[in-house]
């Protein structure tokens, strides 16, 4: 999902998808809608226009949410709003903001101006082993 | 209940898969036929502007290239120039040079990202998968040579931030000559296809006239057979040493005709692609030697050039989707911009839409809207805010000139 980013990363997620780095051989698969999703990837600040259209996809994203959802953040944008931090009109950074809508969202930092490609695939590791030990405890 | 007389809308976006960036567009159907669009723009504002306003010419440097991501280069390189104009700094030869070279490079990254966004709107999977796997090696030159892949925070008043190595070269050169090899390939691939021709040709037509007469401007005002490349119309940095071995590419050049429709487009950005390999091969070839940056201490530059600056400038850069205009002011002794427009291609693109998506089958809505290669996150930047209520709204334009005539008298 796009929240008012500059697409940097988001072309680095299409790389991380194509035969270089080929994401699929892990098993990890783009899907058309939120309603389809494990994982929902986020790059950049969210701004005031989109905030409510992140707050709803973030909701469409089927549960049980404390198991299935990572918010996975890609690039300096969604931990820190990056360069646009003093903008009038951004409602983030991303953490902060999906932390309001759901406290126990799991969330896997990415970072980097644009994140690699090979950086997206570890955060994607990263989110399976919250994943796992969320299902250990329960 | 009887069913809703045509005309239909139909709302894509501001979030959908056949949208990269978030937009949103209000069509209005006659059963399959595109009668009517309206666009929406905005979900991708930052206030990118104003934040230039409130720093210094070497922070906004690297705020200039967040604009976009994927010609990130095009955007930091005119701001470069823009302000070199207004405070009078001039750059080296061999920095014009290393200027062109990552912009020609990113031409390429950014053709061939196209290339494979278009067969993915096409339905053609395979042909995204090709043309990205064939992107990778020139984001390993630009990795060799700017130290990343997408931001590369190369440019810089006065010159560029690094040197190419001798061993760069050399394996830039290969790189290139692969390209070479390929060219035959991909051109095939692209242009004797038959999917390919039954989904592009005559689909999303821009006329002549209507490129001029909406102020189109990059690769789609080129298919439609308009000479319009910043490049060679007004050269800058070494594109004025190049002029007699390279041109503009329009389709009728390659045996193709100039019908402005989706398949002149890929025609253009192919053929671009490869002009800009041969730029590339070229400039390696030319690279005069000396000092890669006219002042190279940064704090001097940046009190004693830039804080004393006064003037203003517009500058002008072919991006690889068209003609991108910074104009910058700046005033002595204020640390920050004083005024900072940015003028991206896709604003002077999306108008064109409207002519293109008449007549369109709601099945070529994604290629259209593709086709033009749009960057929202470069274009979303005015929004009018009520200060009183808080709420947006639209302003009409004789409403704006008659807030700045009464702003110019004092008035409020």
Known sequence: MNAASCNGCDIEIVAALTPRYDVERFGIKLVGTPRHADVLLVTGPVNTQMADRVRRIYEQTPGPKAVLICGLICGNCGSSSGVYYDSYCIQGPFDEFIKKVDPDAIIVYVPGCPVRPEAIIMGVVEAWKALEKMRGEA | MMAKAPPYPLMIGPIHPALKEPTMFKFTLEG?????????????????????MKR???QVLHLAERVCGICSGAHQFVFARVV??????????????????????????????????????????????????????VQDILELICGNRVNYSYYIFGGVRRDVTPEA??????????????????????????????????????????????????????????????????????YGDMMGDFKAVIPSDYGYPNKGDVFSQI?????????????????????????????????????????????????????????????????????????WKVRVPTYGNIMSWLTMFKGAQIADIPIIIASIDPCIGCMDRVTIIDSETGRERDVHVDEIKSMARRAERGWK
Request: with cysteine.
């Open chain 2, 56 to 58: 210094n010419p070497l």
């Open chain 2, 267 to 339: 025609v253009v950005r192919l053929f671009e692609v490869f002009e800009s390999v041969r730029m590339c091969d070229w400039i390696l070839d030319n690279l005069p030697g000396g000092p890669i940056t006219s002042e190279p201490n940064l704090s001097a530059l940046l009190m004693a050039k830039l804080r004393m600056a006064e003037g203003e400038a517009v500058a002008r850069v072919e991006a690889p989707r068209g003609e991108d205009i910074h104009y910058v002011r700046l005033k002595k002794g204020k640390m920050e911009l004083d005024s």
């Open chain 2, 169 to 238: 070269v050399e394996k830039a050169r290969k790189i290139l000559q692969g390209y070479r090899k390929l060219e035959d390939t991909v051109l095939n691939v692209f242009l004797t296809d038959p999917t390919i021709a039954h989904r592009t040709r005559d689909v999303g037509t821009l006329t002549y006239d209507n490129a001029i007469k909406l102020c189109a401007c990059g690769p789609l005002t080129r298919s439609a057979g308009v000479k319009k490349d910043v490049r060679f119309s007004q050269p800058h940095a070494a």
């Open chain 2, 84 to 137: 070199e104009h207004a405070a009078d700094i001039v750059s080296t030869e061999r920095a014009d040079y290393l200027r062109v070279l990552v912009a020609e490079l990113e031409r390429i990254h950014s053709h061939l990202l196209w290339a494979g966004v278009a067969g993915h709107e096409l339905g053609f999977d395979s042909i995204l998968y090709y043309t990205w796997k064939v992107r990778e090696d």
């Open chain 2, 32 to 52: 399959e036929r595109v009668i009517d669009v309206d666009l929406q723009p905005g979900f991708n504002h930052r206030g990118i502007e104003y934040l230039g």
